[in-house]
């Protein structure tokens, strides 16, 4: 029956986790590194377990960050807070971090400490990137002696001064987590523009044949890839031996031949466009020179032109035809029985 208990508490989630004061009584005789492990991975080193009057003074700083508009989030780094909110609330808490080692016993450790978290203030107040800036300079691991990356030795101080020190590194930690949330958002968004921007790359741009998709990614990876690494498409393509379908027509030719279905094969050209804000191209504009053919008689049937390109989908063509004058009309349609394979795709993006 009692075992019967014991597993429905468990089960429903009523038993009651041991308080930091409770583990502390424990820790009495433990080894001061492992104690200060256990206290730590407890919560009780700065964190919402911890019942230390600085600590909560931050938990209630986070816990108004959590509500946003009224809206509540389960934990800090899932709340969207604007640039100045993120920094206010970053400002407040190191500060609350700085009070704290101020009143403790003064030692090297701590002032150095201070020091760390008085610089982190100035150029989180000022917008200065620095090493104090992010999170795991502030980092204790437990097995490591060194504090994160500010070089002080936990383990040669004693137990009191130690723990002192990882609840000021920890509330500076918990500090940079609204704008770490912020900067992984900020990255999150620019990946999904980057995924739109490839997508709309293959869909929209001009169609490109097995040959022109080869030397695009070439092009591509000794330039951008190869300078950036994974970054977005490019924004032109080359036009390399595309052949097309098109209906030309000639004013000077019979009347049986001034329209006729004609075929283009663009020997070379270009189609650039800039990004627009949904992620697709804009004032997409290209020119090729092109070899036209199509079955007149009373016309040449093929002669040289130059094809212009509007919105990556409309072509129009000017071709001399023997001294006349023909002009030929076209649509991209190869991209609805051309689209590049998964794998293709893939290899230009990030190559292989």
Known sequence: MKFLFIFLLFF????????????????????????????ASAGCLGDDADDNPATQRAKRLFDTAAKVEGQERAKIRDVTLSAEESRALTLAVLRIADDYLASIKETIEVTRLRADIQ????????????????????????????????????????RPTAEGLLRGARLAERAFTPGQAQAIQAAAARAAARDARWRSYFADARSQYPWELFINSRVY?????????????????????????AMQYVRSADSGD????????????????????????????????????????????????????CNSKYTLTIASLGGKAAVLLSIDLAGAVNGASEAWRDEFRIGR
């Open 12 to 39: 429903t989630g009523q038993v009651f986790a041991e308080t930091c004061a409770e583990i502390r009584v424990q820790l009495e005789n433990e080894k001061p590194v492992a104690a200060l492990r256990r206290l």
């Open 119 to 158: 610089q982190a203030i100035r150029d989180r107040a000022e917008g200065v990137e620095s090493a104090t800036q992010r999170i795991s300079y502030w980092t204790w691991d437990g097995p490591q002696a060194s504090l994160g990356a500010t070089g002080i030795d936990v383990t040669a101080a004693d």
């Open 221 to 245: 990876a000794s330039g951008p890839r190869g300078e950036r690494g994974v970054g977005g498409p490019p924004e032109s393509q080359l036009i390399v031996l595309h052949p097309d379908i």
């Open 258 to 309: 001034r329209f006729k279905p004609a075929l283009i094969l663009e020997i070379i050209g270009t189609n650039r466009w800039s990004w627009g804000t949904d992620n697709k191209p804009q004032n997409a504009w290209g020119a090729s020179v092109v070899r036209t053919y199509a079955d007149t008689s009373s016309v040449k049937s093929s002669g040289w032109g130059v094809a212009i390109h």
